[in-house]
């Protein structure tokens, strides 16, 4: 500090001396004065260099921009660089860099964006680090498109991308969906020589399999050893979960034994996911003797293998065996998760038992669980089904007080509740609200109004509501057609009674 407070005194000296400093000397104590975390000592400096008739340089700026960033004053980083955008100074990319990070975390994509543009107009590279955050933030935002560009224009700069910032962008078109983009871009690293890793075909092969398309998932496997990348246990389990989402159990296990084979030790989730298989497959019991036989090896049990049992059972109506899961678990130290009670709130309210079901909503609070939508929905349900539609006014009275908010199954349960019991102008008010809300019906939602009407003899109603699921691109099903026909016939056999 005192050092440059003496540089300080001497510029002083040179001023009153009649000697001019340079603009070495004035970058040389601004870098001084921004090491030291002195902005506005820096900014005095850049004034008094101003009032002796020397431009501030890029050196200037860029200390500044440093300067400003290391104090964590982003904003004024940010209003410095377009400063020097608009005067066409030389930016280094240092000063892009700190900028660019700070907008990608507060989610100003857009903007993060036109700086990194700036960059390769200027043959600046940003950093690994750089080009991983931004391709995050776009995917986060699902600006996807503008990543794979941004990825495909580093190519063209010869700014090659490293293979976290191209796993991180394959991940962020599984997560979207857009896995015809995601092959492309391994297609694109494959054919330039990129180094691939595990992490890259396991990305690819996961999504395929969560999507049930377990050949595409078992091709890219054996593409994956061909280039020299054994599969791990990760590799394995995404297989058996495209094996099990196609109801193929046999084969499953037959790869379960595989794994097992080439050295591999299977995890908790490899037989989380077999389990659900069994589970979704109308196996329960299988899935359960695969369950004792964990526990019976002493091998550990999580929350997601637990949380799978009791869903099954509780859809299954045997909600004794999810409550005894659900105690044994809380017994073994596994603290419930959200999902553990809302298949237990399921299977009470599907049961009739409410207070139950209530007493649950109030145990997650008490555990520091916020009870969610899929919660309240489950008890709205057994509610509807029981025809008791005054406790569903009290149920959205609560979920209210508490801002949670009804989503299209909550809406499609009560529609459904609603027209069980004749009263499809309640239920065509709630269609009215969902829309309002923002909230988009399918097809179920359409085809409770449907069966509504068409109980009533409302055919005119019907029809008109077949031509607003048209109208919204919301395919008619068989459900729907049925729902047609039989409301025409009911209307037909009517008229003969006349």
């Not at 003899?457 to 068989?478: Q, T």
Request: hydrophobic residues 35%; negative net charge; contains cysteine.
């Amino acid at each position: 500090m005192e050092k440059y407070n003496e540089a300080g005194r001497v510029l002083s000296e040179m001023t009153d001396n009649e000697f001019v400093p340079n603009e070495v000397v004035y970058n040389t104590l601004i870098n001084g004065y921004c090491k030291m975390g002195d902005m506005k000592k820096a900014l005095d400096v850049r004034e008094d260099m101003l009032s002796k008739g020397l431009n501030p340089n890029a050196v200037t700026f860029n200390t500044l921009i440093k300067g400003f960033s290391y104090t964590n004053q982003m904003t004024e980083a940010e209003k410095l660089l377009e400063e020097m955008l608009s005067a066409n100074i030389t930016i280094n990319a240092g000063s892009f860099t700190p900028v660019i990070h700070w907008l990608c975390k507060c989610s100003n994509m857009d903007h993060a964006l036109r700086f990194v543009n700036e960059m390769l107009l200027r043959n600046l590279r940003p950093n690994d680090s750089l080009m991983t955050t931004l391709v995050i933030g776009l995917c986060k935002q699902g600006k996807h498109l503008e990543a794979v560009d941004f990825w495909f224009r580093l190519l063209e700069k010869r700014f090659f991308p490293n293979i976290v910032t191209s796993n991180a962008l394959i991940h962020g078109l599984c997560e979207s969906g857009n896995i015809v983009e995601a092959i492309k871009i391994l297609k694109e690293m494959i054919k330039r020589g990129f180094c691939l890793d595990r992490i890259t075909y396991n990305t690819l092969i996961s999504w395929h399999c969560k999507e049930a398309r377990f050949e595409e998932g078992l091709q890219l496997s054996e593409e994956m050893v061909k280039q020299g990348i054994s599969p791990d246990t990760l590799t394995y389990t995404s297989l058996i979960n495209g094996l099990c989402k196609k109801g193929k159990m046999d084969d499953a296990i037959m790869f379960l034994e595989r794994c097992k084979v080439q050295g591999l030790t299977p995890d908790v989730y490899t037989y989380g996911v077999i389990i659900e298989g069994f589970c979704e497959n109308n196996e329960i019991k299988k899935g359960k003797d695969l369950f004792n036989e964990l526990i019976s090896k002493n091998l550990e049990v999580n929350s997601f293998i637990y949380n799978t049992l009791i869903r099954a059972y509780s859809a299954n109506g045997d909600i004794t065996e999810a409550v005894r899961l659900f105690n044994e678990m809380k017994s073994k130290g596994i603290q419930p998760t959200s999902v553990s009670y809302s298949s237990i709130i399921h299977g009470y309210s599907n049961n009739g038992y409410f207070d139950d079901a209530k007493r649950l909503i109030n145990e997650m609070r008490d555990e520091g669980l916020s009870p969610n939508v899929v919660c309240y929905t489950a008890l709205i349900s057994g509610y509807c089904k029981m025809g008791q539609m005054d406790k569903v006014v009290k149920i959205l009275e609560e979920m209210s007080s508490y801002n949670i908010h009804p989503n299209k199954i909550t809406y499609t349960v009560m529609i459904d509740g609603y027209c069980k019991l004749g009263q499809t102008e309640v239920a065509v008010k709630l269609l009215g609200e969902m829309e309002q809300k923002g909230v988009v019906p399918d097809v179920v939602t359409y085809n409770a109004l449907a069966d509504g009407f068409s109980k009533e003899g409302k055919i005119e109603e019907a029809f008109r509501l077949f031509k607003d699921m048209s109208r919204r691109g919301v395919d008619l099903d068989e459900i729907t057609y049925t729902s047609l026909v039989h409301g025409c016939s009911l209307k037909s056999a009517v008229k003969e009674q006349e």
